[in-house]
């Protein structure tokens, strides 16, 4: 196979300038990130601080999370995109029932776009449904965990209610 003497569609020495600096720009910019000694991308882990009022039920159904019930929590990002685990053990749901519970992003990120994504695991009241994220459905600020056949989180569940999940979703400020 015989590769041109010069990119496609460049025809002068201006050109080939040209398209040099554009390669060395793309270029620096997918390394503008951090990295490790060993090349790996640095993601800069943080644990939030403990929030109660970023765990909500939907405005009928009410979820109750302690500082205690959140086993683990951390993101990291990089560049616009935030991988973003949370384990959620032993809280408890009241109110009138409901499909949906909401966890608002960690420090006061928002999310970019829309995205839906398979919960890995849920447990309500001794069940164990498939839960689904809904990332950006109606308000940028929160996730959206809702039974994957519609049906209602417990309204009367006292430390039966389990969440965990780990999605990467594009997120601004």
């Not at 490790?36 to 009410?62: I, L, S």
């Not at 990002?77 to 519970?101: C, E, F, N, V």
């Amino acid at each position: 196979m015989r590769l041109p003497a010069s990119p496609y569609g460049v025809t002068s020495a201006a050109g080939l300038m040209d398209w040099l600096r554009t390669l060395v720009t793309s270029i620096a910019a997918g390394w503008a990130v951090e990295h490790t000694a060993e090349g790996r991308h640095n993601w800069n882990w943080t644990t939030p601080t403990f929030d109660a009022t970023r765990f909500t039920g939907d405005g009928t159904v009410t979820w109750t999370v302690a500082s205690d019930d959140r086993v683990f929590e951390r993101y990291g990002l990089l560049g616009d995109l935030m991988h973003w685990t949370l384990q959620i053990a032993l809280s408890s749901t009241g109110g009138t029932a409901s499909p949906t519970l909401r966890v608002y992003l960690p420090d006061g990120y928002r999310l970019v776009g829309s995205t839906f994504h398979a919960a890995a695991y849920a447990s309500d009241a001794g069940g164990y449904p498939d839960g689904v994220l809904i990332a950006g459905s109606n308000d940028r600020r929160y996730v959206e965990v809702v039974q994957q056949d519609g049906t209602n989180w417990s309204n009367a569940a006292t430390n039966t209610t389990y969440l965990y999940f780990s999605i990467m979703v594009r997120v601004t400020r």
